[in-house]
């Protein structure tokens, strides 16, 4: 038996990795009208216009950290990331290419990786 989400009726089945379903929906509107797009509308304008999107949501993503509402937080992040994969789209990249970086990451303590790159660790700087 196949589970759809209730919150997200248009989903892919909620067993499958969201990820990359819309990996896949966001490859498929390099072909699609800008007006019927938002995501086309992005790739349209370029780097400059997916750029402007990601700066406001990351400054969203701040604003709502400041706050108690979590789910802000949770709403704001989302729009963030989307963005982000919008941007790795219009490279010819996916969330494939991010997580095999974090996967690369896994287990390394930031300090020691940017200890052992010269940096120092333990600042913050
Ligand atoms: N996941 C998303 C997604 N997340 C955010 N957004 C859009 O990103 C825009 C965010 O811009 P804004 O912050 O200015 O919007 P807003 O409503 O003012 O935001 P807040 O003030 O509420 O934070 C809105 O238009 C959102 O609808 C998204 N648009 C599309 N998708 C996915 O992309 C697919 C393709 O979408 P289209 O290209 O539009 O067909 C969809 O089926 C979804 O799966």
Redesign the pocket.
């Known amino acids: 038996m196949v589970c759809m989400s209730k919150s997200?009726p248009?989903?892919a089945p909620a067993d499958s990795d969201v990820f990359t379903?819309?990996d896949a929906?966001?490859a498929k509107?390099r072909m699609?009208d800008p007006a019927?797009?938002?995501?086309?509308?992005?790739y349209a304008g370029g780097v400059a216009a997916i750029s402007e999107?990601i700066d406001?949501?990351a400054a969203?993503v701040i604003e709502a950290a400041r706050g108690d509402d979590d789910s802000h937080v949770v709403?704001?992040v989302?729009?963030l990331w989307?963005?982000c994969?919008v941007l790795l789209q219009s490279r010819g990249l996916d969330s494939t290419a991010v997580r095999d970086e974090l996967a690369r990451r896994f287990g390394v303590s930031g300090h020691e990786e940017k200890a052992a790159r010269g940096g120092h660790g333990g600042d913050n700087a």
């Open positions: 997200a248009n989903s379903a819309l929906a966001l509107r699609s019927h797009s938002y995501t086309a509308s992005l999107k406001e949501e969203e709403h704001e989302a729009d989307f963005h994969m």
